[in-house]
């Protein structure tokens, strides 16, 4: 992936500075935590939309993601349309974090650091950028691809326990790429719906998936297939939640509204009831400037999601609550949010007409003492 990497250092003297920089002690950049974290710092500031309509996730929301899909040692991970392989990286952190001991064993180690995750990408700085942070976050051996996932160079099929992706949303696939088998699943060239077809085909039989998606996924009606696709998930699949996040989530280079859809592969059926969250803040002011606010509800979506007997009591006009299989086919397998959540209104109690006109001439009196005042106090 290095091969045609430019090193964009216009003169020896800043390349000097760079280098001293680099060897600078305090920086302490030899221990790998703190190169790494200082690499996911350099790839906040990416905010850059690509060709395609993608786009760098956030890493609070691939974090929160991540934790609730909870990767384990011994998945079999995929991000189809990695960018800079942050669900990879996460997940990697989050096996880190909660299986550490185990890591120690010399076979496991390997799996991880050899057959564990696995990416694809068609861009070549993202594969680059990709492959050093797996590298900097302790995985040596990444399966990281130059490949695009929807055309026939992508024979995965039946592979995978977990993909967590942000795949592209606004892109489209010239039918002669695509890949039958993703056809077949689903006749569209609108890259979201491809990209859910191809999660069905590459997943074993019991895979979970988190996806980002537009919200046209869930709740657009204009085009045959998208309902296709969400009657395959809750026919024919598990569809567990739809996470609904607000529209400035990917502010300042898109304000897209999108979702989170979770899902496992069944072949076989099994939606009996879907989780709805409205997220209406991620921590972030939700405009251009992405300011730190206190309003969060990531820590109550982790919260929530986790507590299934709590959220049966829950009632459509919470911000969470539970809707049934039947609830779906009877709007048409249509997933959007306003179909299903309810909002308290209160009934308004005004005056009756009679109080109205006696307050009027009250008034009008009132009026008239006064004005009387004044005209006798100006002919004195």
């Not at 942050?86 to 991880?112: C, P, T, V």
């Amino acid at each position: 992936f290095m091969s045609d990497a430019k090193l964009d250092i216009p003169s020896g003297k800043i390349l000097e500075k760079v280098i001293r920089g680099l060897n600078d002690n305090d920086l302490n950049l030899d221990n790998k935590e703190i190169m790494g974290d200082v690499y996911e710092y350099l790839l906040a500031k990416l905010s850059v939309n690509g060709t395609n309509g993608q786009f760098r996730t956030p890493r609070h929301i691939i974090n929160m993601m991540v934790k609730l899909m909870q990767p384990k040692l011994g998945d079999i991970i995929c991000d189809p349309a990695m960018g800079s392989a942050g669900f990879l990286m996460e997940s990697a952190k989050y096996i880190h974090e909660h299986q550490k001991d185990e890591l120690n064993n010399k076979e496991k180690r390997e799996m991880f650091n050899s057959q564990m995750f696995h990416g694809n990408e068609t861009d070549p700085d993202m594969l680059r950028i990709g492959t050093m942070n797996m590298t900097l976050h302790d995985v040596s051996n990444p399966q990281i691809f130059y490949k695009n996932s929807l055309t026939d160079d992508n024979k995965d099929t039946s592979m995978y326990d977990l993909i967590l992706a942000n795949p592209p949303f606004s892109g489209s696939l010239d039918a002669n790429d695509l890949a039958k088998s993703i056809k077949d699943i689903c006749p569209s060239k609108s890259t979201e719906l491809l990209f859910i077809a191809l999660f069905l085909r590459s997943m074993k039989i019991g895979g979970r998936c988190a996806s980002i998606v537009p919200v046209g996924v869930v709740n657009n009606t204009n085009e045959k297939a998208y309902t296709i696709i969400r009657k395959e998930l809750v026919e024919n699949q598990r569809l567990k939640a739809i996470i609904y996040m607000p529209s400035g989530v990917f502010k300042p280079y898109s304000g897209v509204q999108t979702a989170i859809i979770i899902f496992d592969k069944t072949n076989n059926g099994g939606t009996d009831k879907v989780w709805l969250y409205n997220m209406e803040n991620d921590g972030f002011s939700l405009d251009d400037k992405r300011n730190e606010i206190a309003q969060n509800d990531i820590p109550d979506i982790l919260t929530r999601y986790f507590d299934v007997e709590g959220e049966s009591q829950r009632t459509a006009y919470e911000k969470s609550f539970f809707i049934t299989k039947e609830d779906i086919v009877a709007n048409d397998y249509v997933l959007s949010l306003n179909k299903y959540q309810k909002k308290k209104i209160e009934k308004k109690v005004y005056r009756s007409s009679s109080e109205i006109i006696e307050s009027i001439s009250t008034l009008e009196e009132q009026f008239n003492d006064i004005m009387k005042i004044i005209k006798e106090g100006m002919k004195d």
